[in-house]
């Protein structure tokens, strides 16, 4: 075998083991913090961040359909009542609102999600990756949402903002590429759906992945809400949300709304 493939064999095998470790790590932490963390006390709502609903592929980042609808039931037999991210992000709400929003605009949330929110008449937001959804990143093309599926979600009644063109981490570019991610995205969404979007999800979401002068980026292109992906250690004038992981088990996700990860991020 040539040294070359080798190489590349080698890496990828390199790749899954870290994947793995970080996985089971998370798992580790979820578990325990949900024995030993600290409950938060928070005057307003909480505003959940899902990413796919039956794609294995997302990792961590997947939560199956049953226990999506497990999520919603045990919420809602908790008191919680489900509210628009939009009213969250303008209001604060109050205690006992919820909201949800998936990252990425992945197919999942067109084929499985939606049906169950539309079963419990459930608002929800999503935030497409524009280049993604425009077919332009050839090995996930299959993966993602159609122009056509995300204007027929809009047309339903949920909200859509942007996940930036590319999806990078902001905490690594510059301010040109900042730029260019963030008017792109607004463009593109323009183009296909006839609007420019004033709400942000920022990619990956956690407190290195964003910077003020990013910050500053997104309210100069037009950007009026920016989401984080983490509570308490979310970057300055941002909307916080809380993380939603495939290990979220009834009393994983219960731990959740007492706010025992709020301090916590994801890694890898």
Same mark, same amino acid.
């Given at each position: 075998?040539? &040294?070359?493939?080798?190489? =590349?064999?080698?890496?990828?095998?390199?790749?899954?083991?870290?994947?793995?470790?970080?996985?089971?790590?998370?798992?580790?932490?979820?578990?325990?913090?949900? $024995?030993?963390?600290?409950?938060r006390?928070?005057?307003?709502?909480? &505003?959940?961040?899902?990413?796919?609903?039956?794609?294995?592929?997302w990792g961590?980042?997947?939560?199956?359909?049953?226990?999506?609808?497990?999520?919603?039931?045990l919420?809602?037999?908790?008191?919680?009542? #489900?509210?628009?991210?939009?009213?969250?992000?303008?209001?604060?709400?109050?205690?006992?609102?919820?909201?949800? $929003?998936?990252?990425?605009?992945?197919?999942?949330?067109? $084929?499985?999600?939606?049906?169950?929110?539309?079963?419990?008449?459930?608002?929800?937001?999503?935030?497409?990756? /524009?280049?993604?959804t425009?077919?332009?990143?050839?090995?996930i093309?299959? =993966?993602?949402? /159609?122009?056509d *599926?995300?204007?027929?979600?809009?047309?339903?009644?949920?909200?859509?903002?942007?996940?930036?063109?590319?999806?990078?981490?902001?905490?690594?570019?510059?301010?040109?590429?900042?730029?260019? *991610?963030?008017?792109?995205?607004?463009?593109?969404?323009?183009?296909?759906?006839?609007?420019?979007? =004033?709400? #942000?999800?920022?990619?990956?979401?956690?407190?290195?992945?964003?910077?003020?002068?990013?910050?500053?980026?997104?309210?100069?292109?037009?950007?009026?809400?920016?989401?984080?992906?983490?509570?308490?250690?979310?970057?300055?004038? /941002?909307?916080?949300?809380?993380?939603? $992981?495939? #290990?979220?088990?009834?009393?994983?996700? =219960?731990?959740?709304?007492?706010?025992?990860?709020?301090?916590?991020?994801?890694?890898?």
């Amino acid at each position: 075998m040539p &040294i070359v493939r080798v190489l =590349k064999a080698a890496a990828r095998v390199a790749g899954l083991r870290r994947q793995d470790v970080a996985a089971a790590r998370m798992r580790i932490e979820r578990h325990g913090l949900a $024995t030993v963390g600290r409950r938060r006390r928070r005057p307003g709502g909480r &505003i959940l961040a899902y990413h796919t609903v039956g794609q294995p592929e997302w990792g961590v980042n997947d939560v199956s359909p049953e226990m999506f609808r497990r999520h919603i039931e045990l919420a809602t037999s908790l008191g919680y009542r #489900f509210v628009s991210p939009q009213e969250l992000a303008l209001t604060g709400g109050s205690p006992q609102d919820l909201a949800i $929003t998936f990252d990425d605009g992945m197919k999942s949330v067109f $084929t499985h999600a939606a049906p169950i929110l539309r079963e419990y008449a459930l608002p929800y937001a999503f935030f497409p990756v /524009t280049e993604w959804t425009d077919q332009k990143v050839d090995w996930i093309a299959d =993966k993602v949402m /159609t122009w056509d *599926e995300v204007g027929e979600l809009l047309e339903e009644g949920a909200e859509v903002g942007s996940h930036s063109a590319t999806h990078p981490d902001f905490g690594k570019i510059g301010r040109a590429q900042m730029t260019d *991610e963030l008017q792109a995205s607004r463009q593109m969404m323009q183009a296909r759906l006839g609007f420019s979007p =004033k709400t #942000f999800a920022i990619p990956l979401g956690q407190s290195m992945n964003w910077t003020p002068v990013a910050d500053a980026e997104a309210r100069t292109a037009g950007y009026e809400v920016v989401y984080a992906q983490a509570e308490e250690t979310r970057p300055p004038e /941002t909307i916080a949300r809380t993380f939603v $992981t495939r #290990f979220d088990e009834d009393r994983i996700f =219960k731990a959740l709304l007492k706010g025992k990860f709020d301090s916590w991020e994801e890694w890898y």
